[in-house]
Structures are given as C-alpha cells and as structure tokens.
C-alpha cells in the first residue's frame, strides 16, 4: 500500500480575492483527498517553512491550526498502515450536520482565515434562521422559500435577501454530503437594481461652495466628501481610515480595504487645500475615526471591532451629507458612496478605455466593471430618452 501526505500551497485554484488554498494532501494507492485548511495570498505564504509568514495578520493561529491537522493526519496515515484503522476512515462521506453545526464550523473557519466581515454576516444568518437544528440534508426548495418569507417580513430588500440565499447556498456545498442541488440552485429572488446616484458639476460646485462652520463635523464631512471625487472616487472607509502622513510628495498611499491592493495616487491641485486644511491636527487626517487596537484582545477580535467603527463612522458623515443635501436644494440622495459613481462618471466621460477606468476605480474584475459602467450608462440613456418624449409637454 502506498500512502503518502502532503501540505500544499494551490496555486491552481484562485478566490475571488486573490488568495489560494493551503490544501492537506492524502494520497492512497493514487487515490488522492485534498482538505482545505485555509487560504492567503501568495506574498503571506513562506514555500521554505511551509508555512504563512509572520507578517500576516493571525498567522501565528493559522498556522497552530495546520501544525494540529497535519499532526492528525500523520497519526492517521499510521494507524492505516499498521491495520489499526481501516482506509474508508479518511475518504469516508462527510458526517450528517445541523445547519447550526454547519454555521458553527464555518464561523471557526472564518476566524482562522481573518475573515471579520464575512464572520459577521454568517453570525446574522445563524440569528435570522429559526429552525436552525434541521439536518443540512433535508434543506430543500420549501424550507428555503420559507427562509425568504421570514427575511421579507424582516424587512430585508430583494438584493439583500439574494446575498442571504448565496451564502446559504455556500454553507450546503461545503457542508451537505448532497451539495448543493438543482431545486436549490433554480430558487430565484426579485431584485430591483439600484439606481446609482451621481451628482453633476453644478450639484459638486453647490457643496463645495457651501458656507459651514469652520470647525463643526458637518464641514468635515463636506470636506471628505469632495476629496473623494478627488481622490479618484475613493471608498469611504479607506479616506476615514488615512493618516495625514499618508499625503506625501503630492501623492496619497493607501491600502484599500476591500482589496487589500496598495495604491499610489496624485494628488491634484484642487485637493491639496482640503488636505492642508486637516494635515496634522487629528489622530487621522478627518475627525471622525479614532479606533485604536486593544492589545487585551486577538487580532480578530481587534478586526471585528475596527470594521465596526468604520460602519459607525460612515453613517455619522452620511446623516451629515444627507443636511448638506437640503441645505443645497440638492434632491437626490446623498451619501458617500455617491462620490464613487460621481467620479466614474466624469471618468467615462472622458476616458472611452475600461481597462483604464477600471484601474482608476480599483476594480479587480473587468466583467464587473463593465456592468457597473453599463448600469451608470443606461440609467442616463433612459433619462435623457424620457426628457425627450415629454419634451413638448407644457404642464399648466
């Protein structure tokens, strides 16, 4: 009998964030198993040690975790050879769970793979799901259409539920022996695409010249409002987050914090005075964001607990942005996020090339910038299109 073992770094196999799988390899008279164990990027991961590097947040967890499970496995791989433990042990079917089990695991997996944001939104599934001790076998199209009735009476919008759905639908293919079936895949959700608000140049120049209290928050949120149209439509979070020595030289570094790229941008002449307005005078460069590590706790829990801030952050500037708003005459609704697709529309305005527009917006996939560019496009097409068939209507 020949066995062998193996911890891999699979590089054929890519996520949706870049990263690859750390796989455990069992192979037994050519028959292989492959257990993932965690994933990171290839920069994170040591080919010398086998192992991640220490520079990655929660390494030194991960790689507890993969030392035990490597443990495990040779002490299994053992037994087989010496008869203890028949071969069907490791290629046996995976065991019969709850979905709160099933829950459970995935929310250690998340932990071990520093994952806080996708943490949370399990933790709310696991919440929201009343009959939570149901075999993840017996899921089938009923119960999940009960599901999304619980979720409408919630409140919970079309697109909201849809992701709900897909991540319920993740947890069945890890976790089901079944996997993911047809019924499961063909359950279809109504979603009413969003409308992506822009502001105009006469609607940026209205903010702009606004007269606000020289030192109250809602000047600031003004102010890191425009600079994010500066700034290349930048995401909220990542423009709460800078650190004044972050403006350098005429450029701005960051690390966006959806992506985890790093971005080198220039600073333009018209953003500098809202830059010098602020540079040095909070703990960053807007006062709004003061979380700070606590060493008391892991560095997941300190992840957690950023995220958070940042959400508690963003809907303090988006109630002042909403002011702004009236206070402007301005009728659309206002929110930070308005300054990302106001910027990617001045962009395509200009630029008739995605591959550049979807470098200056940090899109990581030319499929989805395409339709996010798409959405922005065909909105307009259809306003202008209804402003010319009621043109000649006078209202009296």
Not at 80 to 107: C, H, T, V, Y
Not at 162 to 171: F, P, Y
Not at 290 to 318: D, G, M, Q, Y
Not at 341 to 354: G, Q
Request: aromatic share 8%.
């Amino acid at each position: 009998m020949h066995i062998s073992l193996n911890l891999i770094y699979y590089v054929h196999k890519t996520y949706s964030d870049g990263s690859h799988p750390i796989l455990l390899q069992y192979t037994i008279n050519r028959k292989v198993k492959r257990k993932v164990l965690a994933r990171c990027h290839e920069k994170d991961w040591d080919p010398d040690t086998g192992r991640l590097r220490t520079s990655m947040p929660n390494a030194n967890a991960i790689n507890q975790y993969i030392d035990t499970e490597f443990q495990n496995a040779e002490r299994d791989l053992y037994e087989i050879r010496s008869g203890q433990k028949p071969r069907s042990e490791i290629f046996k079917s995976k065991p019969f769970l709850s979905i709160r089990e099933a829950l459970d695991r995935e929310l250690i997996r998340m932990q071990f793979e520093y994952k806080s944001g996708q943490y949370d939104k399990i933790l709310g599934l696991k919440r929201q799901i009343r009959d939570i001790n149901i075999d993840i076998r017996d899921i089938d199209r009923e119960w999940i259409l009960a599901l999304i009735n619980d979720f409408r009476e919630k409140g919970n919008i079309g697109s909201t539920i849809q992701k709900k759905v897909k991540l319920l639908r993740s947890i069945i293919a890890r976790y089901s022996e079944k996997g993911v079936t047809r019924e499961h895949r063909n359950i279809r959700i109504p979603v009413q695409k969003s409308i992506k608000v822009k502001l105009t140049r006469r609607e940026i120049h209205l903010i702009e010249n606004l007269q606000l209290p020289g030192s109250d928050l809602i000047t600031a949120a003004r102010d890191l409002f425009i600079l994010q149209i500066y700034l290349r439509g930048i995401r909220v979070g990542d423009i709460l987050q800078a650190y004044s020595r972050d403006f350098e030289n005429d450029r701005f570094f960051y690390f966006d914090d959806k992506t985890n790229k790093r971005f080198s941008l220039k600073i333009i002449d018209a953003a500098k005075p809202i830059i010098d307005r602020y540079k040095g005078k909070h703990q960053r460069l807007f006062p709004f964001f003061s979380w700070k590590p606590n060493e008391k706790l892991t560095a997941f829990e300190n992840e957690r607990l950023r995220l958070k801030h940042k959400e508690s952050c963003t809907t303090i500037v988006n109630k002042h942005l909403k002011i702004i708003a009236g206070m402007t005459g301005i009728t659309k609704p206002l929110s930070s996020h308005v300054a990302r697709h106001t910027f990617a529309r001045m962009a395509i305005d200009k630029i008739n090339n995605p591959m550049i527009t979807m470098e200056l917006l940090g899109h990581t996939s030319l499929a989805i910038h395409q339709q996010y560019l798409q959405d922005l496009r065909q909105e307009e097409i259809l306003d202008d299109a209804a402003d010319d068939i009621f043109s000649e209507i006078s209202i009296h």
